[in-house]
């Protein structure tokens, strides 16, 4: 698919008829996903992915009720990044920012991720809601990585509603 159209027509989407997905497209996935930038080609993104029946209950259960509604019969990913390496040198921050590189970096990977998704003919919805601690220890991932979103994947029941987007010029300043 044309990159231009992947782009437009990716959308998060809020009700799943299946997951179906195969760890062969999933290795497909994230043989892009890894090729995103990164501070210092460090790739602190890391990737737990519920596949597997009992998985996909566990994560569903540390949703609250309007993802879990929103995300039923998809298969999760859950995200997060090593802290304290993106934005870093010799273990301090480089600047204000510190972490949030990492975040910047993962989400980064998670474009690669949902677009990848998409041109595969899958649908995603990206949560930020979501139990840290029981997922962390469900996962066992480690404390040195920050937990951030569940993105759920699977085809979708029904179509998206369109949102309105701002202008170009409405997100830009040239000068």
Known sequence: ????????????????????????????????????????????????????????????????????????????????????????????????????WGGYDLGLQNAYLVLKASDLGYDTLIMGLRDEDRLRKYFSIPEDEIIMPVIAIGRRKKDAVERVRKEADDIMTIR
């Not at 760890?23 to 990737?47: D, H």
């Not at 039923?72 to 990913?77: D, E, L, P, R, V």
């Open 1 to 100: 698919m044309e990159f231009e159209q992947l782009i437009k027509i990716r959308r998060s989407i809020r009700g799943y008829r299946e997951a179906g997905i195969s760890e062969t497209e999933l290795r497909e996935i994230f043989s892009c996903v890894r090729m995103a930038p990164s501070w210092k080609n460090s790739q602190t993104g890391r990737y737990y992915v519920a596949l597997g029946e009992e998985a996909v209950k566990e994560v569903y259960e540390c949703l609250p009720d309007f993802n879990r509604n929103n995300s039923a019969n998809a298969a999760y990913i859950v995200t997060s990044f090593k802290k304290g390496i993106s934005g870093f040198a010799n273990g301090e921050a480089t600047d204000h920012s510190g972490d949030i």
